[in-house]
């Protein structure tokens, strides 16, 4: 650990420059981090006081490839992204985690009692208590309390992940602090899923987790899913000019619960139908053979939405080779076949109930009419409402930035990096 004073002046001098570039790529973000670092190392002193402390960071991810595949134990293609959640970090002698997210109360989780909180379900003190709790009985006790001031930049509901970069921040936390870094991060990943579908509530798949626990861009296979296969592929999208941008269309999350559940649920009742829990136990060509049968058990939009699955899993693949053997015009088409495949078979880009509320078919409408042979572009993470995803030309980032910013606001248009790190210590 390190005294403030030491590491706000390494931060003043430059000492840091080179390992906030390795972990954000991009340069011109240099300045930006240093403040923010050093802002959180003051806010962390007003709050709990002088004394030593190490800095963790968790990314937030996007999704390339895979949509809606992995709670069918499919195969996914996804990237840490250079937005995060950073947590300045010292001890204290309370027996107790206590935990400030910027603009939010502190919260304070006894380490005597790890149970499970009804009344916790949904906030923040669940997932912390969740991790802790998944974390010991794992073999990884909190032995020790501490004081932890977070601060994030994930950007909350436009499908990057911030739920999950908190959780996995939390895991690296304990690992840096008790263990030497040396927790597998796969399995920090299952313990931050752990925690949210048990404490914080929701059930969740693993890729979000995963994505921001491993980092890097991860092709992930869940056919075992308590023993995912996790390959990263190196590959730097600015040697082929192109860009990673991330649109918010501002559309409201409320009431679209209803909508995410009907898609694994009715992808199950689909293999059901052959007597298995989900379609990835389930042969393509027997499927193909029996749609009659499962048209009249399921209903006609679940039999698309089971042939996404099967086009989409082989995608999410052919896209981890594509991208491995630097076939980067073969990876555009299909990360557009991956779009057009969420629109016509999936059918997330706009809930039933609210024909009027589009702006992910907007969003996608307005960005092929301007992209031509420049980029690709496809519906993000989870549809109905929120984000798109755009692959674009270096060249024509700004022109495309500028149009959708008009559309949905200023800086609705978010240009990404690929991060190389899942969590980590900082410094």
């Known amino acids: 650990m390190q005294q403030m004073d030491q590491l706000l002046k390494g931060l003043d ?9 390795e972990i954000y790529v991009d340069e011109t973000l240099l300045p930006y981090q240093k403040e923010r670092y050093g802002k959180a190392v003051k806010e962390y002193r007003e709050v709990f006081g002088e004394g030593e402390i190490e800095l963790y960071s968790a990314p937030g991810r996007s999704e390339v490839g895979g949509n809606h595949t992995d709670h069918q134990n499919g195969m996914v293609l996804a990237t840490s992204v250079n937005l995060d959640a950073i947590a300045v970090v010292g001890w204290n002698e309370e027996n107790c985690i206590r935990l400030i997210s910027e603009g939010y109360d502190m919260v304070t989780i006894q380490l005597s009692d790890l149970s499970q909180k009804a009344q916790e379900e949904g906030t923040s003190a669940a997932l912390i208590r969740g991790m ?4 010991s009985e794992h073999g990884y006790p909190v032995s020790r309390g501490f004081n932890a001031y977070v601060m994030s930049d994930v950007l909350i509901g436009a499908g990057l992940s911030s739920s999950a970069a908190f959780e996995v921040i939390i895991g690296t936390i304990v690992s840096g602090l008790f263990y030497g870094m040396k927790i597998d991060p796969v399995e920090i990943a299952g313990l931050a899923q752990y925690a949210e579908n048990n404490y914080f509530g929701k059930p969740c798949g693993l890729m979000d987790q995963m994505a921001c626990s491993v980092g890097g861009l991860i092709h992930i296979d869940f056919n075992e899913p308590k023993a995912p296969i996790v390959n990263k592929i190196d590959v730097d999208f600015d040697a082929y000019h192109y860009s990673l941008c991330i649109v918010d269309t501002k559309g409201s999350h409320s009431d679209l619960t209803d909508d995410y559940a009907q898609i ?20 393509k060509e027997k499927f193909m053979r029996r749609i009659p049968e499962v048209q009249r058990a399921c209903g006609d939009r679940a039999v698309v939405r089971a042939l996404h699955f099967y086009g989409e899993n082989e995608r999410a693949r052919a896209e981890a080779e594509a991208l491995a053997s630097g076939k980067f015009e073969k990876f555009l088409r299909l990360v557009e076949e991956s779009g057009n495949s969420s629109c016509e078979f999936l059918q997330n880009v706009y809930s039933p109930g609210r024909v009027q509320e589009q702006g992910i078919s907007v969003g996608l409408a307005v960005s092929k009419s301007i992209l031509g042979s420049h980029g690709v ?30 559309v949905f ?5 978010h240009v990404l990096k690929v991060r190389p790190y899942g969590g980590i210590k900082v410094f």
């Open 13 to 21: 001098s430059g000492l840091y420059d080179d390992r906030l570039k």
């Open 377 to 406: 572009c496809r519906v993000h993470g989870g549809g109905f409402a929120g984000t798109i995803q755009a692959f674009v030309q270096n060249d024509f980032v700004e022109t495309y930035r500028c149009v959708l910013d008009s």
């Open 409 to 413: 606001g200023e800086g609705s248009c």
């Open 264 to 283: 694994p649920f009715e992808m199950k009742a689909v293999a059901a139908c052959f007597g298995k829990k989900v379609l990835r136990e389930v042969d």
């Open 132 to 135: 802790a709790a998944g974390l």
